[in-house]
């Protein structure tokens, strides 16, 4: 092949390539890919934690006296004081002890037996 008809050639298959694959183009460009990228991440990790930390704050806040509860740490009580940034759970009979609120992870529901 000449090299005209090889450049003519290199260039018709180019452009086909080119226009059968929309999706290169826009990869192509850095910025574009860095903002689907950035997109997806908030997506996929920032908005779920956001929500789950916004129930948790709800979950924290409604806490009242009588709640079981599962600490961060693993430890299972009843509250049985609470205060203003702290609570108290009993963990065993005669044992209480002083956490802070942000320590709760959950509170335990209560099963109803099934009917027999």
């Given at each position: 092949m000449s090299?005209?008809?090889?450049?003519?050639?290199?260039?018709?298959?180019?452009?086909?390539?080119?226009?059968?694959?929309?999706?290169?183009?826009?990869?192509?460009?850095?910025?574009?890919?860095?903002?689907?990228?950035?997109?997806?991440?908030?997506?996929?990790l920032i908005?779920?934690?956001?929500?789950?930390?916004?129930?948790?704050?709800?979950?924290?806040?409604?806490?009242?006296?009588?709640?079981?509860?599962?600490?961060?740490?693993?430890?299972?009580?009843?509250?049985?004081?609470?205060?203003?940034?702290?609570?108290?759970?009993?963990?065993?009979d005669g044992?209480?002890?002083?956490?802070?609120?942000?320590?709760?992870?959950?509170?335990?529901?209560?099963?109803?037996?099934?009917?027999?």
């Amino acid at each position: 092949m000449s090299s005209p008809a090889l450049l003519a050639n290199l260039t018709t298959h180019g452009i086909l390539a080119a226009e059968s694959s929309g999706l290169q183009g826009v990869m192509e460009n850095p910025m574009i890919f860095m903002v689907l990228m950035f997109v997806m991440m908030y997506v996929v990790l920032i908005r779920p934690q956001r929500r789950r930390q916004k129930q948790l704050e709800s979950l924290i806040k409604a806490l009242k006296v009588g709640d079981e509860v599962v600490t961060i740490g693993g430890a299972h009580g009843v509250v049985t004081s609470l205060k203003e940034k702290t609570l108290m759970l009993r963990i065993a009979d005669g044992v209480k002890v002083e956490f802070d609120r942000s320590a709760v992870a959950s509170v335990v529901e209560d099963e109803k037996p099934a009917a027999s």
